[in-house]
């Protein structure tokens, strides 16, 4: 086996700081990979070489030279009695020697923790893999049997998505710590898959909804262990039940609808898509449908301007119609607001004190402050420099 670079210099790294001698790790080649003198990294000599031979100590003094070599010993290291490397120590032989087991001891248990953080790293990327191909439309089945087989998945059973996010920013350098940590939460539940990337998590779940544990309640049991163990709040969003692996990508897709809605609403709770009402409608338009609608009804009006009504709307909206208390809110005279509605409905043709034109203005609002959102997001698909249509007659 070879042994990563990084790794290797995180080995010298820390066998220098208990050892005051220049140390130098080989591999089976017998060429420097890692030491304390960084000009000697990819040189080499016999040494080592016959070090992973013979499988013991080459001790190197006057006596015993090897070209390109320097007085000390060089130790090969074993994993299941095979020779992984070769750790070098630099100085008098006789007093390095005493230090020759307990540095080959050390640099196995090294070697071997590092190793198992790469299988734990691989672990994680198949499954993080497995759950992209899965949760999309277009899935590539070969690489999905595949990478199934390897982590031993077994596809062929119902499953529903589950998606979590935080309302504020996203899990960044704290995605590792979530991972190991909801890792460890389902544990006692090897067919369900897991992904953390750094904007969300995402579960494909196959737990029977007639048991004794629901979908729900893992959302909520992993809801308040982060909460608890990393102080984070997350929402989560569930799709529908899906009983064959090449339909997981619809509960998924109805998972992420609702986790946006869910944050679009600044709320922090766990919701069923089926439980959706304005979000399932506002959630299902493409953002060319959605801006197309917005600019239908504002027109060539300026954000400045269109924030200005949003205002007055919200007003309005909040106080059931009532001009009076809506123009307390907004400390100005009923006369005002009453204007102000007016000109809303003179500049878009919507007047918002008659019905129909009140849901189409609420409608418009609402689409066009989802889109923000969904820009601040960086989601792809939506343009961080809508145009405005110039056309604002009614049909």
């Known amino acids: ?221 992993l809801q308040e262990t982060l909460a608890d163990r990393l102080g984070l709040q997350l929402a989560f969003g569930m799709g529908g039940r899906e009983p064959r692996h090449e339909d997981y990508w619809k509960s998924y897709s109805q998972a992420e609808r609702t986790l946006d809605w869910l944050l679009f609403t600044r709320r922090t709770s766990i919701t069923d898509f089926a439980d959706l009402d304005l979000g399932r409608l506002v959630s299902a338009l493409s953002p060319e449908e959605a801006q197309g609608f917005v600019d239908r009804v504002f027109g060539n009006l300026n954000d400045r301007r269109i924030d200005d009504f949003q205002t007055i709307f919200a007003a309005y909206t909040r106080h059931n119609g009532s001009i009076i208390h809506a123009a307390d809110d907004l400390y100005l005279h009923k006369n005002t607001m009453q204007n102000r509605l007016n000109t809303i409905a003179s500049e878009t043709g919507y007047n918002p004190r008659v019905l129909k034109d009140y849901a189409v203005l609420s409608a418009a609002f609402t689409l066009r402050k989802y889109l923000r959102f969904k820009r601040r997001r960086g989601l792809p698909g939506y343009r961080t420099d809508p145009p405005n249509d110039s056309s604002r007659a009614r049909a």
């Open 1 to 221: 086996m070879d042994i990563d670079p990084q790794i290797a210099e995180t080995i010298v790294s820390n066998i220098k700081g208990v050892l005051n001698h220049e140390i130098n790790l080989f591999d089976t080649s017998g060429t420097i990979i890692a030491s304390t003198d960084r000009s000697r990294i990819g040189t080499g000599h016999d040494g080592a070489r016959l070090a992973v031979e013979v499988k013991h100590t080459i001790s190197i003094d006057n006596e015993h030279q090897f070209e390109g070599a320097r007085n000390g010993i060089n130790v090969p290291v074993l994993l299941n009695d095979s020779v992984v490397a070769v750790i070098g120590i630099t100085g008098r032989r006789e007093e390095v020697e005493p230090f020759g087991n307990i540095i080959k001891k050390m640099t196995e248990i090294l070697i071997r923790e590092n190793m198992e953080k790469v299988t734990q790293f691989d672990h994680r990327m198949m499954m993080s893999n497995l759950v992209n191909v899965l949760s999309g439309r277009r899935q590539d089945p070969g690489l999905a049997a595949y990478l199934a087989s390897v982590l031993g998945v077994e596809l062929d059973r119902p499953r529903r998505a589950v998606v979590g996010g935080p309302q504020e920013g996203d899990l960044g350098e704290g995605q590792d710590r979530v991972f190991v940590l909801l890792s460890q939460k389902l544990e006692d539940r090897p067919d369900c898959l897991l992904s953390v990337s750094h904007q969300q998590v995402s579960l494909l779940v196959d737990l029977p909804e007639d048991g004794p544990d629901t979908t729900e309640d893992l959302a909520k049991d």
